[in-house]
């Protein structure tokens, strides 16, 4: 069975500095990989995607994320924090569930960007 | 533009009434889903389909309806036997079926609130 655990629920931190959220997963295969990030009221949008291409992953926004295979990590990075990146962000990984492709998502971690 | 649109934004209902949410792409998609988000959760899938006429259940689909007579159109129905409808709702797609090509594309979202 597949699953996704975001280790911290909420993350803060001031603007300008580093960003690193944490998400692990466990996969009977090599799985892809994703982050979705969620505005309030709005729906997701994926920042980056990991397909066994490079471990290092670069996205949208300065975002970028590495893959650890011993670890069974996929965390998130990004050098300085910037106001608009408050938001949801979700860990997910994609796997054959029952003859489908099927998402599995992490439960979010919540970034608040202080001034 | 390409995308996905859900209506209505905002949704209020009454105990024991069904209500369908819209959910339309003219990204000439396959794939559609629709997904249940409740606070501090992940997304939990509902009902998916791969091809026009067909769908299947997800994990949550008890209470749910679906029908994909288009491409382009996948309606969801709650029902009032859903017991706990308030939530957030998100419709997403994927351009096919295979494992290249599982990054989904979400909608905005529709709020539900059962008064």
């Known amino acids: 069975a597949q699953s996704v655990t975001q280790l911290d629920s909420h993350v803060s931190v001031s603007e300008g500095t580093p960003v690193l959220l944490r998400c692990n997963y466990s996969?009977?295969?090599?799985?892809?990989l994703f982050w979705y990030v969620q505005h309030p009221n709005k729906g997701l949008q994926l920042l980056l995607k990991?397909?066994?291409?490079?471990?290092l992953v670069k996205g949208i926004n300065g975002f970028e994320a590495e893959f650890k295979k011993s670890e069974t990590s996929f965390h998130l990075t990004k050098p300085s924090a910037h106001m608009s990146d408050a938001a949801e962000y979700f860990c997910?990984?994609?796997?054959?569930?029952?003859?489908?492709?099927?998402?599995?998502f992490g439960s979010g971690t919540r970034l608040q960007v202080q001034p | 533009d390409g995308g996905i649109t859900q209506s209505p934004k905002y949704l209020f209902r009454k105990e024991g009434q069904n209500v369908t949410l819209s959910c339309e792409q003219n990204?000439?998609?396959?794939?559609m889903y629709w997904y249940r988000q409740d606070p501090g959760q992940g997304l939990r899938l509902i009902y998916y389909?791969?091809?026009?006429?067909?769908?299947q259940k997800g994990d949550i689909a008890e209470g749910y309806s679906v029908s994909r007579e288009k491409k382009e159109s996948f309606p969801l129905t709650v029902t009032s036997a859903q017991k706990n409808p308030t939530a957030f709702y998100l419709c997403?797609?994927?351009?096919?079926?295979?494992?290249?090509?599982?990054?989904?594309?979400f909608g905005p979202g529709t709020r539900l609130t059962v008064l």
């Open positions: 996969s009977s295969y090599s799985p892809s």
């Open positions: 997910v990984v994609s796997s054959l569930k029952g003859g489908r492709r099927a998402l599995t």
């Open positions: 990991y397909t066994s291409a490079a471990t």
């Open positions: 997403a797609s994927r351009p096919g079926t295979s494992a290249i090509t599982d990054t989904q594309y």
């Open positions: 990204l000439n998609h396959d794939a």
């Open positions: 389909s791969q091809i026009v006429n067909d769908f």
